[in-house]
């Protein structure tokens, strides 16, 4: 994966969402193994014993699932499936420091948005607006609207990006002719 002189835009938006979703079942996965070997080594009995031990093994098991992804091909299965992969901005692999940035930035939006949902519903004084916690994972779409290359926040942050393969094989193909 050499450095690309020529600029591949990213993925549509669609594209990025539908993958999204295909990784948010993979996921499922991966939390439910990594809270099964979390209960059997705590002897777990209850989902709220060890709470924030809890927590902090998921959001490290899930930034190692996408950082060793992200490292060894630049694609999980579901980027694989869209046609998309990650890289630096100079088109080499994002080494495990930028990769470690991207997946932190990851979750600025969606936490900035769950923290719009509770003060929603601290305002309104009903419980029942949690239910809109589910929607916080898309709030990383906001930023591409506004970003001129349609990067996400935490890609423009930690200096990577998202390549459309379709795209640059097009491109490829008509440079060959």
């Known amino acids: 994966m050499s450095g690309s002189s020529v600029a591949t835009p990213c993925p ?3 594209r990025r969402f539908a ?4 990784e948010s079942v993979l996921l499922f996965g991966v939390v439910t193994f990594t809270l099964l070997i979390f209960d059997v080594l705590s002897n777990s009995q209850h989902a709220l014993y060890l709470r924030h031990g809890r927590q902090l093994i998921l959001f490290l098991s899930i930034g190692l699932y996408f950082m060793l992804c992200w ?4 694609q999980t299965l579901p980027m694989k499936t869209w046609c998309m992969r990650l890289e630096a901005k100079d ?5 495990y420091a930028r990769l470690l940035l991207r997946y932190v930035a990851m979750w600025l939006l969606p ?3 769950m923290l719009g949902v509770w003060g929603l519903q601290q305002y309104t004084g009903y419980r029942s607006t949690t239910v809109f916690f589910v929607f916080t994972p898309f709030t990383i779409f906001i930023w591409t609207w506004f970003d001129k290359d349609g990067y996400f926040l935490h890609d423009r942050l930690a200096g990577t990006r998202l390549v459309d393969l379709q795209q640059r ?3 490829n193909k008509s440079s060959d002719i």
């Open 169 to 171: 094989h097009l491109q």
């Open 111 to 113: 936490l900035l948005g």
């Open 12 to 14: 549509s938006r669609r």
């Open 19 to 22: 993958a999204m979703m295909y």
């Open 71 to 74: 490292r060894r091909s630049g």
């Open 91 to 95: 088109g080499t692999k994002p080494r």
